[in-house]
């Protein structure tokens, strides 16, 4: 049968007229109404364990916006939570955890198998959300790539430099190693579940994939995402994976093949002409409109999301930001964007 999705359409390499968009982060706290639903849940945390609730904001920016994609409403720290680490937010600041820096602290680790008990109400959401989307909304799972996953297990922390993570790998690389395979395991395992559950796309977010340099990044960074989407290849030949190793910079240039992705995330380091000569030559990119423009708006964000349409539009593209929206952002920004990349 012809694939009628426009996301699916662009992930299996079709150039299409206008590219269809989503957003990184766009259910989040720049919308009133995710707000409100996260009050009503109590705690961020709480938000994401309900899946009547997580489907509801998942939804929000849908029906606000029309995106052609919807992204499942979780975190991608709740893996470790549920291999075992403890977890918790604190507001204002941003997610706490208990920390991996030994052979101990590895062995306190659960075995992979058992993460359903934690992670069924996610596989609940992605249920509720395969019967409730409109026909032509693609449904995306997600996970974070282990790189990035392990960048806050071992410092128990968002971190501007990985500095804790880099110290494990450099003095104990046995310890490091063996957490990064129990992520691998782990992430390959919670995405089979979210596709059995009805995701039609995964995305592997490698925020922090830009400080890892020379040998690192290709074992650490490449390495593990080609594992987990060959993994998933294997068992599921027809969902398209996204790559998004942040900050690769010209390194973003052969990822496609090294990976195995079908589509590879952009941040907005490159340049949207860059890109398509080095990237999208391979296949489907998704990017690149930096987030800022969410909140600053006018003539510079009608200009540099026309500059990306452009680039790209000669062959596959999904349009999206180079990062998640901000808080700050304002909501009639983001229908600015959707109107001039759809040329209204
Ligand atoms: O207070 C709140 O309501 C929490 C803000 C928030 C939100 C809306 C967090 C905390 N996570 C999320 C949802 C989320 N996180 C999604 C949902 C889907 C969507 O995009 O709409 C996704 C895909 C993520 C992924 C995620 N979480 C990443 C990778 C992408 C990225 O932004 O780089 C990372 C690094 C996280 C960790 C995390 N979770 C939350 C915060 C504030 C952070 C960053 C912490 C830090 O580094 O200090």
Known sequence: MPQQKTILRALAGETLPTPPIWMMRQAGRYLPEYKATRAQAGDFLSLCYNPELA???????????????????????????????????????????????????????????????????????VKILSRELPADTTLIGFAGAPWTVATYMIAGQGTPDQGPAHALKNENRPVFEALLAKITAGTIHYLSRQIDAGAEVVKIFDSWAGSLEGKDFVRYAIEPAREITAALKAKYPHIPVIAFPRGAGHRYEGLHAAIGADCIAL??????????????????????????????????????????????????????????ITPDADPANVQLMIDTVRGI
Request: aromatic share 6%.
């Open 267 to 324: 941040d907005d380091g490159v340049t949207p002409n860059w890109a398509a000569g080095h990237v999208q030559i391979d296949g489907c990119v998704q990017g690149n409109l930096a987030s800022r423009h969410m909140v600053t708006g006018g003539k510079d964000l009608i200009r540099e999301t026309r500059k990306v349409v452009q680039a790209f539009s000669n062959g596959p593209h999904i349009f999206n930001l180079g990062h998640g």
């Open 55 to 125: 489907a509801e904001v998942t939804l929000q920016p849908i029906r606000r916006y029309g995106f052609d994609a919807a992204i499942l409403f979780a975190d991608i720290l709740l893996l470790p939570q549920a291999l075992g680490a403890d977890l918790w937010f604190v507001t204002g600041e941003g997610p706490r955890l208990s920390t991996i820096t030994d052979q101990a602290g590895l062995d306190k680790l659960g075995p992979v198998d058992e993460i359903d008990a934690v992670l069924s109400p996610v596989y609940e959401t």
